[in-house]
């Protein structure tokens, strides 16, 4: 079965069967539904109940990373790592402030992509075009994390008995086989499954990793021994703020705007389906980063050092020393993993394609186009983008965590327009556009000169600070036009007043 450095080729034969059931799903989906149409090929027809749609947003947000890029991280920084706890319930907050109203909003007018929604309050064709690219340019390095973790998965788990490139070529296919045939339905269906895999292989392999070190305390000891300077605290107040207390900030703003979230809020059936699968959401948040936290602390006392890339595969060489003795635990946490990496892939995959087929191609290219045409062109796209972001995988250039910091830190700058938007009647069309602009430049420019911090903000808080002066500054020194207020007002806010309980 296993030559107790990895799982053996029946593990193979297992996640193959386990691939083989998505393709079921994607025909089933496809069979229920007339996926050739856009609104419902990457949609899903809006209407997601309750339930699935929390499946959705648990896989989509846990990706690859819970399992590799986050243990990682927990590796190289230690105890402290139990700062992501509180990151991902910033991101839970940040998505309630705009959630609700652009429900509303997005069922009234109909609105199909991020975009849609900004173009629409803004009554403008450059912020549409602006907004798209920087979605798309943002969550690329998002979609790169997940096919990068399919590779260290086979690595990982097989003990090195598959290559990094089989694993990013094998799960990529699969996966591109039931977005294909199935858009939004077969994705979210998929993710029922891929959900509740993962989140019962991070818990169980977090239990498995602990108990064989005696446990927490007896993990603590040694790492105090081993590596103490990951159990002390922070050396200074600045390093702290820098690297906990402002990061979460940049991770709650960030990690609300990615697309695929902001298009749950367009698919949901209902505002209260919304509401009950956001908070199914928040329990499992803590026990899942707890889990990812104590993963890695055992890292650090079982392995050998690892290099700075080499930690992602934390979890997968610990389960690779166990799976001479816990072989199907193993392949368990092995299926869990890959249906991380899976549903988030999927997730982001559509989102971009419908961003690139509805904001780029519909609106600048071909007005006219029907919407079958939208749907084929969508599925172009989705194989485009697949592929490319495949061949640039193949060679990992830097860590998965520091792939997440580059898409937060550009994410966040939509933030703004967005909040704004939904709360302020005077923030202007100008305005939005002008501090996305700049702050996404000011971003752009500190990262390419090689600047990490400005103080105690790096490149994404002071794009951030620079959006918001530059925003609210021109908006009081420029008011938006008479005839663009009224048009906000009762295109807009007038929906709010006359349905106050909607708000």
Known sequence: MSNG?????????????????????????????????????????????????????????FSGNTFFGLPGRSYRIGLMAVSLIPFTLAISLAFLTYAPRLYVLSKKYDYLTPADYYADRFQSHTLRLCVSVSFI????????????????????????????????????????????????????????????????????????????????????????AVAPEKVAVPSSLTELTRSYFLAILAFGLGGAMY???????????????LRRGLALMLPNYFLILLCVVLIGMVGIVQLDPLGTIEADQVLAQLMGQHA??????????????????????????????????????????????????????????????????????LQ????????????????????????LGLYWPRFSSRAALAGLLAGILTVAGLMLGGVGYIWVCDPGLCGFVVNAAVAVGLTLLRPAETAEQRHTQQRFFALFSANPGKS
Request: charged content about 10%; glycine content about 10%; overall charge positive.
């Open 259 to 273: 697309p695929q979230i902001v298009q749950s809020v367009y698919a949901a059936r209902s505002e209260r389906a």
């Open 5 to 61: 450095q990895g799982l053996g080729f029946e593990a193979l034969i297992i996640l193959s069967l386990y691939l083989l059931s998505h393709i079921l799903i994607g025909y089933f989906a496809f069979r229920s539904g007339g996926t050739w149409v856009a609104k419902d090929y990457f949609l899903g027809g809006k209407t997601t109940g309750a339930v699935v749609l929390f499946f959705a947003m648990l896989a989509t947000k």
């Open 137 to 224: 340019l943002a969550v690329i390095p998002y979609l790169l994390i997940q096919t990068a973790a399919m590779g260290h998965a086979f690595v990982g788990f097989s003990g090195g008995q598959y290559a990094f490139s089989t694993g990013v070529v094998y799960i990529g296919t699969v996966m591109l086989a039931y977005v294909l045939l199935s858009g939004w339905r077969g994705v979210v269906w998929a993710e029922v499954l891929q959900g509740s895999l993962l989140l019962g292989a991070i818990v169980a392999a977090a239990v498995f990793v602990v108990s064989h070190q005696g446990g927490l305390a007896a993990v603590v000891d040694r790492a105090l």
């Open 396 to 419: 990992p250039l830097t860590t998965l965590w520091q792939l997440t910091i580059i898409k937060f830190e550009f994410l966040m700058q939509l933030y703004l327009p967005l909040i």
């Open 324 to 393: 001479g003795h816990a072989y199907w635990l193993t392949i368990f946490v092995f299926l869990g993993a890959a249906a991380a990496v899976m549903s988030t892939a999927a997730g982001v995959l559509l989102s971009l394609s419908s961003m690139l087929t509805h904001d780029i191609y519909r609106h600048y290219l071909r007005p006219q186009a029907s919407e079958n045409e939208i749907g084929a062109i969508g599925r172009v796209c989705t194989v485009l983008i697949l592929v490319s972001v495949t061949a640039l995988s």
